[in-house]
Structures are given as structure tokens and as C-alpha cells.
């Protein structure tokens, strides 16, 4: 059932489901039980007994201080079977559904028992399972006897081999088939109690434990000022480091005097510069120069700078004493 159909449900659909779930839950707990703690294997010290004409003798000590009916295993359709392991509620609902290839008899017209046994010798993972059956006339006279006896029994069942327990259980299937009437509530109380302690345990967990969170919160938030300080404080050394890094990188590609100094070891002799240019990355010369020099050349030749270009030397006019030139250039690294 999704959100929708839950919604849409009138309360007798509703309160069906609420009683699937409560019986799902009680089922749970039951399978958490061990085995040896209650059910068919206990040891027998007292029980009820069923006569040869179906009457009820009832035990000595007290009739209903007896929980157990013990029936003849004669009257008893019994097979053993190899059942991958899984809980006896289970183990119940797979044998009802291939009860009629198990047993000669159509699953209609029986009461089916079964009682888990050990670890199958033979199969890993497998266990052996006792299957008993009692035909539905021969349980609706019982069932009829033990209200005439006023005795309420739990469990139904023939003894097995031991005498000391039940081989299979008939009375959770007499039950479903309102042979019997249902269990006092007391017992569904406890476990109802059972559960109610399991989820005020979880839900006590989770309330601690949104506790814990709402704390370390408080305490996150207590130190958000702080924080927000360091976090500016981060950000104003991020700039300043990228600021000193830019003047660093613009000082190193940006030395007038250096680009100078390598322009006067450079240019040859009998060349006199009138006009230099610097950008930071190309330099411009321009000037005048003996008829046999040729500073250009001398610059090339030099190997302190490259990509060196001569220009257009017509801005200067050309003299007796000298012819004009005029280059760009880029410093190159520094031998």
C-alpha cells in the first residue's frame, strides 16, 4: 500500500491494515526467541490427554494450570521433510502452500502443524522439518470437546519420540481456522509492551542524538564572527600576495637602467643615440651614426637582445657628420 491508497483508505481498511502490522511485529519478536525457550520445545511435565473417543482427560494438577492437549499420533498424517532454514512462521506458510503435494490429503480439508528440527545431516543449509496433519472433521470434534471440558489449551500435538515434547504444533492452524478461539491478550500485551520499549529506545536515540547536533551548531555559530574575521583576513593576504607578485614580475620585465646598460655595451663606437623608448618589453632607439658604422648590426651581433628591427630613420635628417638609424628591439635574458 503506497502513500496515496493510504490516504484514501476508510478506517476499516485502515485499521485492517494497523492489525496486519501489529500481528507482522508480533511474529518478529516471536522468531527473536530462541527456540528452547517456549512452544513445542519445552519438556512436557503436565498435560492433557486426548481418549480413544476423542473426550479430554484432563491433567491432575489442575486443568488450567495445563497449557498442552496431547493427541494420539495414530489419528496424525506425518512426513519429514528437508526445508531450506528459515523461522517456523515461514517454514508454516510454505508447507500450507505445497500441502498438496506433500501430504495424500487436499490441504482443505486439514489442520497442518510443523516444528523445525536440526541442521540436515545430509543437505549444508538445509534443516529437517516434521510435518503433521489432522483431518478438519476429527479437529472439529476436538476442538468441540475441549470447549465442553472448559480447558483452554496453548499447544496441540502428538508426543514425539522422546515423550518428553511435541512433534508438531496443531493449534496455530485450529486457531486460523476458528476451530479455537484466539490467544488472551496478555500475551500480545507484553509484546505490544516489547515494542513500545524498542521505540521509545529509538526514539530517545534520535532526540539525543538532535541534541548533539544543535549543540555543535551553537557552537558553529558561536564561532562564526571569528571565523568571518579569519576568512577576511585570508582574503586580504590572497590580494596582497597577487599584488606583490605583479610588482615582482613587472620589476623584473621592466629595468630601464638594465635595458640601458646592455644599449651602451651594444652600440659601437662613433653611434650616438638620440631618442630611446622603453615599454617594458621592446625598446626603441633612434639616432645618428658614422657613414661606416652600422649599429644595427653591432646590436644583432651583440646577443643582449632579439627580435631586433630597424625602422624608418626619415624623421631624422641626414648630417655631414653622421647618417641616421632607427631599431626596436626586445632584452633578452640576462646571460
Not at 631618442?275 to 651583440?302: Q, T
Request: with cysteine.
Amino acid at each position: 500500500m503506497n502513500l496515496t491508497e493510504l490516504l484514501n483508505s476508510d478506517m476499516n481498511t485502515l485499521s485492517r491494515a494497523a492489525q496486519q502490522g501489529l500481528e507482522w511485529w508480533l511474529r518478529e519478536l516471536r522468531g527473536m526467541v530462541p527456540a528452547g525457550l517456549g512452544g513445542t520445545g519445552r519438556r512436557l511435565a503436565a498435560f492433557h490427554r486426548l481418549g480413544p473417543a476423542d473426550e479430554i482427560i484432563a491433567a491432575s494438577p489442575g486443568p488450567r494450570s495445563v497449557d498442552t492437549l496431547v493427541i494420539p499420533a495414530e489419528i496424525c498424517l506425518v512426513r519429514h521433510l528437508t526445508l531450506p532454514a528459515m523461522r517456523e512462521a515461514d517454514l508454516r506458510a510454505l508447507v500450507e502452500l505445497d500441502a498438496d503435494r506433500i501430504l495424500p490429503v487436499a490441504a482443505s480439508a486439514l489442520v497442518i502443524g510443523v516444528r523445525p528440527g536440526g541442521p540436515s545431516a545430509k543437505h549444508a543449509e538445509q534443516i529437517d522439518v516434521t510435518v503433521g496433519a489432522l483431518p478438519l472433521v476429527r479437529a472439529e470434534r476436538i476442538a468441540g470437546n475441549i470447549t465442553d471440558a472448559e480447558i483452554a489449551p496453548r499447544y496441540i500435538g502428538p508426543l514425539d519420540e522422546s515423550g518428553e515434547q511435541l512433534a508438531f504444533d496443531l493449534a496455530p492452524a485450529m486457531r486460523a481456522a476458528g476451530l479455537l478461539p484466539q490467544r488472551p491478550a496478555v500475551a500480545q500485551f507484553w509484546w505490544i509492551v516489547v515494542g513500545a520499549f524498542v521505540a521509545v529506545n529509538l526514539i530517545f536515540a534520535v532526540v539525543r542524538d538532535q541534541q548533539k547536533v544543535n549543540e555543535a551548531q551553537t557552537m558553529v555559530d558561536a564561532q562564526a564572527p571569528a571565523l568571518g574575521a579569519v576568512r577576511r583576513i585570508e582574503v586580504v593576504i590572497g590580494r596582497n600576495a597577487a599584488l606583490i607578485n605583479t610588482l615582482r614580475t613587472r620589476r623584473e620585465r621592466q629595468q630601464p637602467l638594465r635595458a640601458l646598460a646592455r644599449l651602451g655595451a651594444a652600440i659601437p663606437e662613433r653611434s650616438w643615440v638620440q631618442r630611446m623608448e622603453w615599454d617594458g618589453e621592446r625598446l626603441r632607439v633612434s639616432g645618428y651614426a658614422a657613414r661606416e658604422v652600422n649599429p644595427i648590426a653591432a646590436i644583432k651581433a651583440s646577443g643582449a637582445f632579439t627580435g631586433v628591427r630597424a625602422g624608418r630613420a626619415d624623421a631624422l635628417t641626414e648630417t655631414a657628420n653622421g647618417k641616421p638609424f632607427d631599431f626596436s628591439a626586445t632584452l633578452g635574458e640576462q646571460p
